[in-house]
């Protein structure tokens, strides 16, 4: 059975075993007052109750105007319930009876359950567990909404916050490349080919809002090439990607912005530059670790970057990064800054495998 049809029939299973529970309280009720034996006022009240409620849903399901809404509306809405309580008495009360002859054949007819009981039961039972039904439904219908519609501003404010970052970095290369067309016209042409390589390699993730991790690497790569030309020999970089690693899918330009961070902040203020080193990692079964690690002046330099051990970051790419992570994937991913080693500083952002509904 196609796998939409099972979602579409797990309400029915739903509404069958309340209705089951709903005509064994019906069954001992009756037996409490006197109304006859156990199993026979148990199974009319199956045979009763169950026929009343799959003539219910199925004309439900039958009639209704759209999968999102639950219940057909006027008058076909309106006569549900009496057809299926009429089906239920109609078949039903043959069944019951039925049962009676074959294992009850001693029982008199005088001692037999009333129509008129059962009718009054059924007829109250089917509308308070219908009207139940049709509440819950039309519940879940709004939540559904509430949730698309959450899901629709998270889309919208991703996007928003990509479109900030894309001419972020955009401003920073043209400007470098302005510098060096002036002092080094070669160099400069090598830096425009890796910015046109870089920009049509960021537009298939930019309109698909994901890409995978393997597609950020080389984008990383294109990036630092970038800064390579600028820098020399003052940066040096490596990238780590474990094969199994590189189809997990991680927005867009996720890492840029950190990479940018240690180039600014922590390579460029020293004379000798450094060394960026980017890595991928499974931390545990159900998460992604990705770390920038720079060994530049560190976080206790007056770079514009916190203290070491805050651990918090400031910056437009930092925050940017945050509320990316906060849109997609909300409290199950993080990022933070700390201080390893003598100068250098690890930026760590940690991921759920599967991003959070």
Sequence with gaps: MPVMSMFALAPLFRHAGITVAACLLIAAALTALGQGLWDVNLAYSLAIGLISWLSIDLLRLRWRES????????????????????????????????????FHPELPAAARPSLWLPFAITLATSIAMSWGFYVVGKSRHLQ??????????????????????????????????????????????????????????TLAGSRSG???LASEFALLADYLALMQIRMGDRLTYSLTLPADLAELPVPPLLLQPLVENSIRHGLEPQLAGGHIAVQAVMQDASQLLLSVQDNGQGLSAPSGLPPSGSGSGSGFGLAQIRERLASRYGSAASLELRADSAGATRACIVLPLKPQP
């Design 67 to 102: 999968d999102d809404i639950p219940w057909p509306r006027g008058m076909r809405g309106m006569a549900l319930v009496p057809l299926g309580i009429a089906a239920g008495m109609v078949l039903g009360n043959p069944l019951g009876l039925l049962y009676v002859q074959q």
């Design 144 to 201: 559904m909404l509430a949730e698309q519609a959450q899901r629709q501003a998270a889309q919208a404010r991703l996007s928003l916050l990509q479109a900030q970052l894309e001419p972020h970095m955009l401003f920073n290369t043209l400007a470098n490349l302005r510098v060096l067309i002036a002092t080094d016209a070669p160099r400069a042409e090598q830096m425009l080919d890796h910015l046109i390589a870089y920009l049509r390699a």
């Design 210 to 212: 994901t890409h995978s």
